[in-house]
């Protein structure tokens, strides 16, 4: 079955000027997609596609992109069967897991750095920030003996590579936004400083106006 795509005060004020300052100060260069294929392959959840494809078409203007119903797939692994056998997308491709939402411009190299998002209790999580794969590389972890869909982010994108931990306390990567009811504060300086928001489905539902408001605006 084809899955759904679809090719407080003076203070915030103040923000939205700088966003939009660091857009123009880091120019995102075009990625020449020859064959036109999808280089990047964007899980959201169906009443969030919109927002989240153009956070992403802002973020990455000239690269071919398609989104993806993360809402069918109980798990990020249970869409690369799919993916796989998807001719429009490219041999190599990064994957964004539901719901990552870029908080500046990117350029298609920073998209292939390892990256793996370090929780509050200092768990790895492989499959929550932008990873770069391969389909030959997938089909063949999928096809070995001992094959695991709960590791098949990490041996596929990760293996025999370091990857760069990035946590909420530290560095300027990322700010997961879990809650219904996410301090704005926070979020708004994850827009000025960090590189991604990782949301809940309901984290994003909350902050969706203040996206538009600013990121968007």
């Keep these: 079955m084809e899955k759904s795509k679809t090719n407080v005060q003076p203070?915030?004020?103040?923000v939205v000027e700088t966003v939009e300052t660091q857009a123009v100060e880091h120019p995102v260069v075009?990625?020449?997609?020859?064959d036109k294929k999808a280089v990047i392959v964007i899980l959201a959840y169906e009443e969030q596609m919109d927002i989240v494809r153009a956070a992403w078409d802002k973020a990455?203007?000239?690269?071919?992109?398609?989104?993806?119903?993360?809402?069918?797939?109980?798990?990020?692994?249970?869409a690369i069967p799919d993916i796989l056998a998807d001719e429009t997308i490219a041999d190599k491709f990064t994957?964004?897991?539901?719901?990552?939402?870029?908080?500046?411009?990117?350029?298609?190299e920073e998209l292939h750095n390892p990256l793996v998002y370090v929780d509050g209790k200092g768990r790895k999580h492989y499959d929550s920030l932008p990873v770069a794969l391969?389909?030959?590389?997938?089909?063949?972890i999928i096809s070995?003996?001992?094959?695991?869909?709960?590791?098949?982010?990490?041996?596929?994108?990760?293996?025999g590579r370091r990857a760069v931990e990035a946590s909420f306390k530290e560095g300027n990567i990322v700010t997961p936004v879990l809650r219904?009811?996410?301090?704005?504060?926070?979020?708004?300086?994850?827009?000025?400083?960090?590189?991604?928001?990782?949301?809940?489905?309901e984290g994003l539902a909350a902050i969706i106006g203040l996206l538009k408001d600013t990121l968007l605006a």
């Design 180 to 201: 219904a009811n996410p301090c704005e504060h926070i979020v708004m300086e994850a827009l000025i400083r960090k590189k991604y928001i990782i949301a809940s489905r």
């Design 134 to 140: 391969s389909k030959d590389d997938l089909a063949e």
């Design 60 to 78: 990455c203007p000239c690269v071919v992109k398609t989104i993806i119903n993360a809402s069918e797939y109980d798990k990020v692994a249970d």
């Design 11 to 14: 203070e915030v004020s103040a």
């Design 95 to 108: 994957l964004v897991p539901a719901t990552v939402i870029p908080c500046a411009p990117l350029r298609m």
């Design 30 to 34: 075009e990625n020449d997609t020859a």
């Design 144 to 159: 070995s003996e001992g094959f695991t869909p709960d590791t098949l982010i990490e041996t596929a994108g990760f293996a």
